[in-house]
């Protein structure tokens, strides 16, 4: 009963370096989201995906890049961190016909230095 | 874009009290959805209100919707220390697409046993 996994759940990054979280959901949802969650502001979307090869982007999306090759995996990409990305990054996960209920991850907590 | 404003921002009760948390939108309200999140992981699905004056129970936590006041709220009655965490409002964007939520910045509940 694995539900939505994130990888890694904790990565530290120096300015400019790159990197991709990944999300993966074992629940046959067509909809995926990527959220960020810093103090003071809630969650906010950066990217969400209503299915298999097509990607959005959501409220916050500048610095990020994301795919969906396949339906249970969605990546997050951050080609030049910034220190401004530093933040705990959540996926979450629904069925088309369920807008209510999101299945989220556990959470990645990134560091940028 | 719909703002969903949460109060109060944090919140501090004894074991055995009951307490109201409020979600108020700046938009008309096509659904209201409650998460609640445990410190270090991601959100957890407590409930959904689709039509003004339903009100849902979950255990001892009750949300109600005043679609008029474009508002909702959650109540606790007797509450433990498993009920603290932080509670989030979200709704889904108006006008039809229901595609992305958005969330309030949350409420911070803590109990002291």
């Known amino acids: 009963n694995a539900g939505v996994t994130q990888t890694p759940k904790f990565r530290v990054l120096k300015t400019g370096q790159s990197m991709t979280l990944l999300c993966a959901q074992d629940?046959?949802?067509?909809?995926m989201y990527w959220y960020r969650q810093d103090p003071g502001m809630g969650l906010r979307l950066i990217h969400y995906?209503?299915?298999?090869?097509?990607?959005a982007k959501g409220e916050v999306p500048d610095g990020y890049n994301v795919s969906r090759l396949k339906k249970q995996n969605f990546l997050l990409g951050l080609e030049s961190a910034a220190p401004s990305q530093t933040s705990v990054y959540f996926c979450?996960?629904?069925?088309?016909?369920?807008?209510?209920?999101?299945?989220f991850g556990s959470g990645t907590q990134l560091s940028v230095l | 874009s719909q703002e969903l404003e949460q109060s109060p921002q944090s919140l501090i009760v004894q074991e055995g009290k009951n307490l109201t948390i409020n979600c108020t939108s700046s938009?008309?309200?096509?659904?209201l959805y409650w998460y609640k999140q445990k410190y270090g992981e991601g959100l957890i699905f407590l409930m959904m209100?689709?039509?003004?004056?339903e009100e849902k129970s979950h255990e001892k936590i009750t949300a109600k919707l005043d679609e008029k006041k474009q508002q909702s709220s959650l109540h606790i009655t007797a509450s433990q220390p498993s009920h603290a965490g932080i509670y989030l409002c979200?709704?889904?964007?108006?006008?039809?697409?229901?595609?992305?939520?958005?969330f309030g910045k949350g409420t911070l509940l803590t109990v002291n046993p």
């Open positions: 979450a996960s629904r069925f088309r016909d369920s807008p209510s209920k999101l299945f």
């Open positions: 629940m046959n949802h067509e909809y």
């Open positions: 995906s209503v299915g298999e090869g097509t990607t």
């Open positions: 938009k008309t309200l096509y659904g």
């Open positions: 209100l689709q039509k003004g004056g």
């Open positions: 979200g709704a889904g964007a108006s006008g039809g697409s229901n595609y992305k939520l958005t």
